[in-house]
Structure formats: structure tokens, C-alpha cells
């Protein structure tokens, strides 16, 4: 017998994976039409892929993701007071990449990523052994300061509960012009579809090996299927910020919109421990 709360959260999951497709269709249409702006003024255009697991980180990736669809029966409140502070002065550079960057961190190491955001620093302890290719990424893109001045487009408070980043354009169809393999799918922290509290995951389109630079945040236990690399663990610390950004709530009063909270990513550092 399934029991109203899973079917809210089978509806809150199908929902989100159909935003996903519905994200990644509307990809492909752009970049369709760009291509025809390029043959005509004979300008090269290159799109930049588009993230989103949830598919949270999907591309929606971009914002990946998430954009499922469960329509809770609660309106639109007020707004929340947002609890974060001005954003560190700079801008997001434009950057792009044609290829997965080449293997340069120590596998048997381990590194930590902090994001230094507007709301509080988040150390996440990275899983470099299980997910290599995902840690060399993330360090490559750190180091070239792609992730400094972006907003974290997407929170989820409804059926899933993640805080979504890694898009510079803060649309959910950004990317670094290349995409990763999945990895560590098998995780042991993975329990019956659960990605526990403290979990750091990369964002794809739905599809198999689309990551690229989106990934999301987990501050609730939250019911998925086992498809986005989980990469990282939060600190205790870290945790307070997320569940400080979820208490000013999202801009739908939907469960699943922009943050309330202005979560900017100041800094992103990786550093071997």
C-alpha cells in the first residue's frame, strides 16, 4: 500500500524529471536557432550546455533542474527577510571550455571545496577517490575563477530539498562548454533512493554523462533516483547556512523557485588537504 507521503514525493520527483525534459527540449531549440544566426552572419556560436539534477538537477540543469511539477495547495506568501549579506563587489566571467580538462589532482588525495557565499562560508569535504573526474573539475573551474560573483539559481522545498549553483548565467542552462562522466552512483551513503542531508551532487540533463558545472546542495534527506554524482559531504557549519538560505523560502511559494535569499557564491576554492 503506498502511503500519501511517498505518493507526494513520486508525484514531487516526476515532476521535476518532466521540467528537466521540458528544460533540456527547449536547449536544443536554442541552440538549433543559433546555429542558423551563425550561418547567416557567419558568426560562430558556441552554446554552453545546460546542467540540471535536479534533473535536480537537470540541466534546468540547468536549473537543471528542478523544476518539477507537485502543486502544493499553499499560496505564495510574503517574502522573507533575506537573511544574507550584500554581494562582494566583481562579476561573473564568461568562460568555456571545447574539453573535459585533463587530469591534474592527486587521486589519493584528499581536497576540500568552500564556497564563501553572501550567506556564510560551506566546506564541503570532496570524495576525490569515487568521483575523480568530478573533483578535477571542480578544481579546475575554481582555480580559473568560474564560479566566483554566480548566483545559486534554484531551491527546492517541496518533495526534494537542495540548493542549486554552478550556472554563471543564473538561468539553469549554463555550463563550462564541456560535460563530465557520472560517477560514484553506487554510493554507500545512497540508501533506498535517499540523498542524505550534507550531500554535494552534480546537476545533468536527465541524461546519462551530462554534467558540467551545476550541482546541488542537499539540506533535507531527500528521495531521488541514484543518477547525480554525489561528490561531496557539508560540514556541520555549512549545513546551518543551507537550512538558513531554505528558511527565507523560494519566490513561487510553489516549493521550487529562485531563493528568497541573495546566495551568491563570492568565492570557490578547492584545496588539497
Not at 552554446?47 to 499553499?74: F, Q, R, W
Not at 554581494?87 to 571545447?98: D, I, N
Not at 547556512?241 to 576554492?269: C, Q
Request: aromatic share 6%; charged share 20%; with cysteine.
Amino acid at each position: 500500500m503506498v502511503s500519501q507521503e511517498q505518493r507526494r514525493r513520486q508525484l514531487a520527483r516526476e515532476k521535476f524529471l518532466r521540467q528537466q525534459q521540458r528544460r533540456t527540449s527547449a536547449r536544443r531549440k536554442s541552440r538549433m536557432r543559433n546555429s542558423v544566426i551563425a550561418s547567416v552572419l557567419g558568426v560562430v556560436v558556441i552554446g554552453s550546455l545546460a546542467l540540471y539534477t535536479t534533473g535536480v538537477l537537470k540541466n534546468d540543469d540547468d536549473k537543471a533542474n528542478a523544476n518539477a511539477e507537485v502543486t502544493p495547495s499553499a499560496s505564495a506568501t510574503s517574502k522573507a527577510p533575506d537573511p544574507c549579506e550584500k554581494a562582494a563587489g566583481g562579476s561573473v566571467e564568461k568562460l568555456s571550455w571545447k574539453k573535459e580538462p585533463a587530469m591534474t589532482i592527486d587521486k589519493s588525495a584528499d581536497y576540500t571545496m568552500t564556497l564563501a557565499t553572501t550567506c556564510g562560508d560551506i566546506d564541503v569535504a570532496l570524495k576525490t577517490a569515487a568521483a575523480p573526474h568530478t573533483v578535477n573539475s571542480f578544481n579546475f573551474l575554481a582555480g580559473k575563477g568560474y564560479f566566483d560573483h554566480t548566483k545559486c539559481h534554484r531551491l527546492t522545498t517541496n518533495g526534494i530539498y537542495v540548493l542549486q549553483c554552478g550556472d554563471p548565467t543564473g538561468t539553469g542552462s549554463g555550463g563550462p562548454g564541456y560535460t563530465i562522466p557520472d560517477e560514484n552512483l553506487k554510493d554507500k551513503s545512497l540508501k533506498d533512493n535517499v540523498y542524505p542531508a550534507g550531500t554535494v551532487a552534480m546537476a545533468n540533463t536527465g541524461q546519462a554523462h551530462t554534467g558540467g558545472s551545476q550541482f546541488f546542495l542537499v539540506y533535507q534527506d531527500s528521495q531521488l533516483p541514484p543518477s547525480y554524482t554525489p561528490f561531496g559531504t557539508i560540514g556541520e557549519a555549512g549545513l546551518k547556512v543551507l537550512k538558513k538560505i531554505a528558511d527565507a523560502g523560494e519566490n513561487t511559494g510553489a516549493g521550487d523557485g529562485a531563493p528568497n535569499a541573495t546566495v551568491v557564491i563570492n568565492k570557490a576554492t578547492v584545496a588539497k588537504s
